[in-house]
């Protein structure tokens, strides 16, 4: 099984207010359609973690590969470039754009791209979110839906690029039991039905109990 | 790779959502630039009409024969008395004619001259208005009526009447209102004048000269050469004054030096006789353009400020556009697209409210003895007003919405989504 996202030696410092090494030398991989969650105590360096992996953090040390392809050092437009077609995003705060309607959203990373027309890329996210039972609310502002609907709008547009691996940096932390299931059920369909690679951090065990496989981290460190 | 569709698309969105702000801003261009083009119309109008009052009137080089005392005393001429002390009391001017000798073949001269629109000869002498008993005195000046009316603005000054009647009508005069107030004259009334070496010619009156200024309007007034000539008794190349218009003012002072020494006549240029009249224009333009480079630069704030608050508000927007992909470069462009709208915007409704000011000022009365011609406010719209206007508001706008945009470049989205 090919190997999506990798991270070699990876080591990071926080310089303010006084140094402190956040992260000890990581290193693992996620392969092709895996489910992986990382799971650890606040603190212990799992969201920075995730920040380097999703190249928005680029002050690290070690090397990160995408799909095997050395990420490291490249300039910041190609890590845009990177994140808008290899990466998608699911945060706890749902983080859509409140002054745009659902499906403009949705479409928005596809517009960036501009691998394809205005209608195919409407046509998918018509897809993505028909997919996820939202399509009546595409209309919609994204002030105006709820949580989880909101939830379930980031996931939709994670997906719209058609991304080599999803992040989510607890996605089901700011839901409800009943929504945090449903959206485990999306991540989990994604992974066993499209072949996805899906990287989370959660503090719900639960959660990361059902996934294939748990990173722990304690301390900057993965835990064995 | 920006994208400009999807780029202007959020700038429109954000512009929209807060369409109270963005009013604001542009209004603050609009008022800017309407209040720019309002302020340097009316004021450039107002000195072109200051400048033509001086100068339309006014010959570039006036070349005549001063009546002067001779540099050198003939003593001085003397060998004899070269080491002594001399000094000549009650020193007079030289006897000499107040004609310029050869006016006609000079005219003919600076009439070939490429640098010379026009040269025009006229004759002035000291005349006495007779009205019953009373003599008032005044000036009459000989002059080629239709010539003078083209190149020095004439037409202008003559309240009634033509140029053309007083060069069609022999014996004509054109009386200055002042005089015909005085004496109570209408035209084709008959005027005597009487030259001061005697007689008494009756001259016709063809209209009403009004300088607007009440001074000369009282004592001046015009005819035709061969006229004056006639009543002087000279002959017909009798000339006291030559007017030399230019097509290039600044060749004034070169062309008057040249003049000077050519023939040996006193000649002076517009500069040195209207030289405090050219420090007032300046100081007048560049106070006009204080004040508008002034409204200009708050304006600029303005948005700078409204754009500044909205970089804040969108701070989350900024991150999760960076999360998605968009660059910051993008996220900047997204910025500054939304202050160019603004500038657009504001500006050309600017433009619209400083033509539609300047339009009704020229609608307004605006009478004054001084200026017979002009019957409303002198406005001066000059396309390359609105043009500057309208570059400055894309300008400043530029500037306003550089530094908060280069912000909204350099947010880390880390950071932001870490602190929620």
Partial sequence: ?224 | MANWSVILNIAKTHLLTKIKQTSTAALGVTFGIGAYITLVCFMTGLNGMLDDLILNQTPHIHVYNEIEPSKKQPISIYDNVNNSFNIVHSIKPKLSQKKIHNALPIIKYLEDNTDVRGALPQIKTQIFYIAGSIELGGNLTGINAIDEAIFFNMGDYIVEGSAEALQNTDNGILLGIGIAKKMSLKVGDRVQISPINGGIFPLRIVGFYQSGIADLDAIQSFTNIKTVQRILGKANNYITDINVKLFDIEQAVSLSKKIEQQFGLSAIDIKTANAQFETGTTIRNLITYAVSITLLIVAGFGIYNILNMLIYEKMNDIAILKATGFSGKDVQLIFMSQAMIIGFVGGVLGLFIGYGLVSLIDTIPFQTEALPTVETYPINMNPLFFVIGFSFAMFSTFLAGYLPSKKAKKIDPVKIIRGQ
């Avoid at chain 1, 939202?134 to 939830?151: C, N, P, T, V, Y």
């Avoid at chain 1, 994670?158 to 932390?173: F, K, R, V």
Wanted: include cysteine.
């Fill in chain 1, 1 to 224: 099984m090919s190997i999506v996202l990798e991270a070699k030696h990876i080591n990071k410092y926080f310089k303010k207010p006084v140094m402190f090494h956040v992260l000890k030398d990581i290193n693992f991989q996620v392969k092709k359609g895996e489910f992986v969650s990382i799971m650890g105590k606040s603190g212990c360096g799992k969201s920075t973690l995730l920040y380097i992996l999703s190249t928005m953090d680029t002050d690290y040390e070690g090397e990160l590969f995408l799909n095997n392809k050395l990420v490291t050092e490249q300039n910041r437009e190609y890590l845009s470039y990177l994140r808008n077609k290899h990466i998608g995003f699911v945060f706890q705060f749902h983080y859509l754009l409140s002054e745009f309607s659902v499906l403009e959203n949705v479409m928005l990373p596809a517009k960036k791209l501009a691998e394809k027309s205005h209608q195919e890329i409407e046509n998918d996210a018509m897809e993505k979110l028909k997919m996820l039972n939202i399509d009546h609310l595409a209309k919609k502002r994204a002030s105006r839906i709820s949580g989880g609907e909101k939830q379930r709008v980031a996931i939709a547009r994670a997906l719209i690029n058609n991304p080599s691996i999803i992040m989510g940096d607890e996605p089901t932390g700011n839901l409800d039991s009943h929504n945090a299931k449903n959206v485990f059920n999306i991540f989990e369909q994604l992974s066993n039905e499209q072949g996805l690679s899906l990287l989370v951090v959660t503090h719900d065990e639960d959660f990361a109990k059902k996934t294939d496989r748990i990173i722990q981290m304690e301390d900057g460190k993965i835990m064995v």
